[in-house]
Every structure is written in C-alpha cells, then in structure tokens.
C-alpha cells in the first residue's frame, strides 16, 4: 500500500457513498401530495368562510388529514416493502415525517378541538411545526436551501402573530405557496435530475 | 515518512470489492444482493465469494428469504465489521500526507 492505492481506496469508498445517496435521495412525492391536499383545504377552507358555514371548516381539514395519513402509510409501506436498500438517513427521515405529522394532526386538529387554544392559533403552531420539518431535512440531506424555508416558516409563525382574521389566512396561505409548494417541486426536479444522472 | 509509521490494513477488507460492499453498507441498515451488484458493477459469483468472505470474518450477516416467488438476499453490517471499516479508514490516514487526511 502507497499514498496512491490509499486515495484509491477512499475513491471506492467515496463513490460508493455517494451511489447510495443518489440511489436513495428523497423523491418528494409525499411532499407534492401532501401539498394538493392542503390546497384543497385551503380552498374548501375560503368557501365556507365565504358562505359563512364557519362550524363546517374542521371538517375539511380532518378529511384532508385522514386521506393523507393513509396515502402516507400505504405509500410508506410499500416503498419500504420494495426498497433494494434501506440507509440511516431514510429511517431518520421516515421517523421525521411520522413526528411532524403527529404534530400536525396534535396543533391543528386535535388540540385546537379538546379546547386547549383558540383556532386562531393554529396557523401559528402548524408554521412553527412546518419550520422543524423543513430545518431537519435540509440537515439530513445536506441541502441548505431546504434550512432556509425552515428559517422562514418559522420566522412567518412570528410574523402571523403579527396580523389576525382574514389576514392571518393570506399570510398563511402565501407562505404555505412560497415556502411549501415551492420546494416541494424543486426537491421533486433535483430527485429527477439525480435519478437521470445516475 | 517512513513505513513502521503505516498503519497495518485489514486483509479481509482490503480488496476492491470488499471495500466497496461494505461501504455501501456503513451507510445502511441493509441492502439487498441485486442493489450491491448494480453499484459495485459485480458479477453475481464475484460479489457472492467476496460476500461469502466478509460473512466468515463475522462483518457481514446474510439473510436470506423470498419475497414472493423471488429469492432475496440481504446482507447488513454487524458491529464487528463497523468496528473493523473503522480501524481501516484510520489505517488508510497513515498513509497519506499531514494535512491533506480530512480532506
């Protein structure tokens, strides 16, 4: 062994984590039909508003959740069923989606409905909870640009404070297209561009 | 520099191959027969003896099941091949300049 047949070596070893990186790099799905189905209710959301059926709006966020959670899970299930590899990083990630789920459905669900605080607040905490998500995915894939939208969601759960009814909505609703829509669909063309790559 | 300052290499995990799987596999929990032979572009009895090889030395556990009507292979690190890839990355640092080893 040489100092050359060393760098070899740590070619080797280098390629083949990066193989795998590429070969298991987040596909965006998830996000993407997650992000419809938020649309959705965001719309459904300003109908009712509309026409003043303001008992109604729960409803649409707990049928937009439950069909959520179950394209997850069976989405989940079978790609993990089916994966010709299983890295750290993937298992964390599952685990991260599985965590802010859970507080998703906690702070905007199942709290705001058990009385613990106004509805009001739950654009707030769905921000804050949003701010994790993105911030830890920048840091297990190594994409900086996805900290930065966790930066922002957690700056705009400050910045709603900021402002209440109608306005409230909009501001949410212009973060939730910025900085939710908008890297949805990047993570998605990178996860294209890396596969084509390959 | 001179060579009573070179770390000893591993044997077992100095080879190509064998390098390559288990790098393949300090990153995951497991990985199937088919993903290790597309990314180390192994033939199937190649990687099968080099696996074979890494199995005996206690690095690697092979797990093998169907799924469905397919045979499938799955290898995954044990602590003793962790422990072993990592004794071999510092080895590897002895042979390379001050300096240039973190990058």
Redesign the interface.
Known sequence: MNEQQAREDIQIIKAMLDKTRKATSESGTLFIVWGCLITLALIGNYVLVYFKKYHWEWLVWAAVTAAGWIFSAVYGYRKDRRAPVKTYIQIVGRHLYIACGAGFLLAGLILPRLGAYSYEAISILVAAVTGILFFVMGGLFEWALLKWFGLAWWAGAVGLTLVKGSDRALLYTVLFIVCYLVPAFILRAKFRKERSSK | MTADR?DP?DPVI?S?LR??VL??L???????F??LKK??EATDGNLSTHLAKLEEAGYIRIKKSFQGRKPLTECSLTEKGRAAFSAY?RA?ES???AGTKKG
């Open positions: 070179f290499l100095h190509p390098l390559a790098s393949v300090i990153s995951a929990r497991q990985a199937d088919n993903y990314t180390t990355l590897l042979y390379l300049p």
